[in-house]
């Protein structure tokens, strides 16, 4: 779990300040996103989902020096607003937000699309696509000299994935409302992403349906047969250089 150095780079985002959404452990796509932020110099804030999940997230959210580490449950109100308060308070401005979180009731996700009840089609929603619009809006008074918005998502939201179901219809809600976020913040020097970094064997893709097949699939597809395992190489270095204002 160490933070890789970059000599070269390590303070290519001093200064900098970055909220990471979604840190459930050290298999996290968020976690591997907030190493490499973290090695390029940034400030980082950390959010974990609950006590339970506290214990595994703060000693990460140590090793990442994170001045800010506080509970964010998006389905709880008030809780997304304190920790974008709190960013005004310590720092003043934020330079990058990671949203990785999706979340869809079991019951949901693990049926076919067209037995999704109201509930459950309201739930996914909420957690997988509407936070991300409330919290780039949060997000948008703090970012004064422009920023980056950063959420994930998947191909399943393009084509049909065995499994993926309802999800899958999230996602691409997800990155319609990428599109028109960037549309109405670019002006402003703020860029929004939808990132893609394949299947992961992370917490939240245990949810579901044979995972382990999809996963396989995928590498047999890949060219060397392997998939990406952390956000911590050469490339999203100059994927976070590129894609954060200077």
Known sequence: ?????????????????????????DQSIA??????????????????????????VEPLARELEAPIFM????????????????????WGQLDFLVHSIAFSPKEALQGRLIDVKRDGFLVTMDVSCWSFIRMAHLAEPLMK???TLFTMTYYGS??????YNIMGVAKAALECA??????????????????????????????????????????????????????TSEGPRHFWRSTVPS
């Open 145 to 147: 000299n422009g920023g």
């Open 1 to 25: 779990m160490t933070i890789p150095e970059y000599p070269e780079t390590k303070v290519a985002l001093k200064g900098r300040k970055g909220l990471i959404v979604g840190i459930a452990n």
């Open 71 to 90: 509970p964010l449950d998006v389905m709880t109100p008030g809780q997304m607003e304190a920790v974008f308060d709190e960013i005004g308070k310590q």
């Open 31 to 56: 976690w591997g996103c907030a190493k490499a932020f973290r090695a390029l110099g940034a400030d980082l804030a950390v959010t974990y989902l609950n006590d339970k999940a506290k214990k595994f």
């Open 158 to 163: 393009q084509v049909v994935v065995e499994n």
């Open 178 to 231: 990428v599109r028109y976020i960037a549309a109405e913040v670019g002006p402003k020097g703020i860029r929004v992403h939808a990132i893609s970094p394949g299947p992961l064997a992370t917490r939240a893709a245990s949810g579901i349906p044979e995972f382990d097949e999809l996963m396989e699939k995928a590498q047999s597809r890949h060219r060397n047969g392997a998939l990406s395992a952390s956000m």
